[in-house]
């Protein structure tokens, strides 16, 4: 049984990065076929698809975002990365990963963490 988690902090300041970390059981980050994937939700919004990370490492970015996110993983932990830098409060929103079979997916996506509320204020 595949399971996501999402951990990071509720709360960031304007202009500062927001790091956000995805723990991944009963599959393989580095071995399944799928992209492990970085998805918001802003209040009142639809689902916003930010970049994802395959199993051989490359990363794969939302054009829109490119220029502030990273994504990274660690293979020892089984664990993928998200880092959002200069955040307004319009970065305010859910954060879920996911394991999907595409690029670009949200609602194709087989497997979701919880998602966790982040909120850019001063």
């Known amino acids: 049984q595949v399971q996501l988690q999402e951990s990071g902090p509720g709360l960031v300041k304007p202009s500062q990065t927001l790091s956000l970390t995805c723990t991944v059981s009963g599959a393989s980050i580095t071995t399944n076929l799928d992209y492990w994937t970085w998805i918001r939700q802003p209040p009142g919004k639809g689902l916003e698809w930010m970049g994802a990370?395959?199993?051989?490492?490359?990363?794969y970015y939302s054009p829109s975002l490119k220029k502030r996110t990273s994504i990274s993983r660690d293979t020892s932990t089984n664990q993928f990365t998200l880092e959002l830098s200069s955040v307004t409060p319009e970065d305010t929103a859910v954060y879920y990963c996911?394991?999907?079979?595409?690029?670009?997916?949200?609602?194709?996506?087989?497997?979701w963490g919880q998602g966790t509320q982040v909120t850019v204020s001063s």
């Open positions: 996911a394991k999907c079979p595409g690029l670009d997916a949200t609602t194709t996506c087989a497997h």
């Open positions: 990370i395959d199993y051989s490492g490359s990363i």
